[in-house]
């Protein structure tokens, strides 16, 4: 019964990446202290009439017309809310994973709403056109990471009514292993990036205006003249090849974690890397959008 009441909500609340809620995309229901206010008006109703109390009963319409406005103004907090949702594409396992929602109204106006996910509960008031919420999650597994339903609700303004949506988000995010690095490899690669910082190409004459910096003092110690270095650019003439098979581990999980981690700090050095797997391969290169192909890569692995 529930899985089947699950399913119907999925189909029923289904998101892609953008909807203008409609009267078919809220619910609406009484909210718990509404269940009281329904008990009150049915006992001045019973009072009203057993002691034909014309004042009694007036004050039961009164509250009855307040919780049937309501009901009105608590579905008017979502009617025509447009709802965007942009998530990363991808992500790393015990690092935050980021999703964008963004609320567009038809016109200003004061909207007091909660955002429930999983455990998650945040309290939001829009008073712009536009605004936009971000919510973190912590993915716990490599792999495709799929988000958990969102539910937004409103019970203003008495609190009697509740009036709520549901996003069932289509798309998914890819989440990479978490880094890891081997003492010895990383001995290893800042020694070699060492030795290509010390090398040079070639000396060239001085000339009257240039950097004193790259200036070879050994050679003007000697009265050979005033010569600069002309040093290598390391990046340039060195890719570094990030194998799968190469990686000291026998672990499927473990050798793209080392992979995860050479990428990472080929990044800080400023590296052209590439990145060979059995079944994939990422050409060199080196940026933000060769670390998230990077990324993408080993979460599909």
């Known amino acids: 019964m529930v899985a089947a009441w699950q399913n119907w909500l999925k189909k029923r609340f289904k998101f892609e990446q953008e909807k203008q809620l409609n009267q078919n995309d809220v619910l609406v229901f009484i909210y718990r202290q509404g269940y009281l206010f329904l008990v009150l008006i049915l006992i001045t109703f019973i009072a009203g009439v057993n002691y034909a109390n014309n004042l009694i009963l007036g004050f039961c319409f009164l509250i009855s017309a307040v919780l049937c406005i309501s009901f009105y103004l608590t579905f008017k907090q979502l009617h025509g809310l447009k709802i965007e949702v942009h998530g990363q594409d991808a992500g790393q396992v015990g690092s935050a994973l980021h999703l964008d929602v963004y609320f567009h109204q038809p016109r200003r106006q004061p909207c007091y709403l909660w955002l429930k996910v999983d455990d998650q509960l945040h309290q939001l008031l829009l008073n712009q056109q536009k605004q936009s919420f971000r919510l973190s999650f912590?993915?716990?597994?490599r792999g495709e990471f799929h988000y958990p339903a969102i539910q937004i609700y409103s019970v203003y303004p008495f609190g009697l009514v509740r009036a709520w949506t549901y996003l069932y988000l289509q798309t998914v995010s890819w989440i990479a292993?978490?880094?890891?690095?081997?003492?010895?490899e990383n001995k290893n690669m800042h020694h070699r990036f060492e030795q290509d910082v010390d090398e040079f190409r070639e000396l060239k004459t001085y000339r009257e205006g240039e950097s004193l910096q790259a200036v070879?003092?050994?050679h003007a110690a000697r009265g050979q003249g005033l010569y600069l270095k002309v040093f290598e650019q390391y990046q340039d003439l060195h890719v570094l090849e990030i194998h799968y098979d190469h990686?000291?581990?026998q672990s499927h999980e473990e050798k793209l974690s080392l992979m995860m981690g050479?990428?990472?700090q080929c990044e800080l050095l400023n590296c052209s890397y590439s990145m060979h797997l059995p079944n994939a391969l990422l050409p060199s290169?080196?940026?933000e959008n060769q670390l998230l192909q990077a990324k993408l890569l080993l979460a599909k692995a």
């Open 216 to 218: 070879s003092w050994k």
């Open 247 to 249: 990686m000291p581990s």
């Open 138 to 141: 912590l993915p716990a597994a």
């Open 285 to 287: 290169g080196t940026g």
């Open 177 to 184: 292993p978490r880094s890891s690095s081997s003492l010895a």
């Open 262 to 264: 050479l990428a990472e």
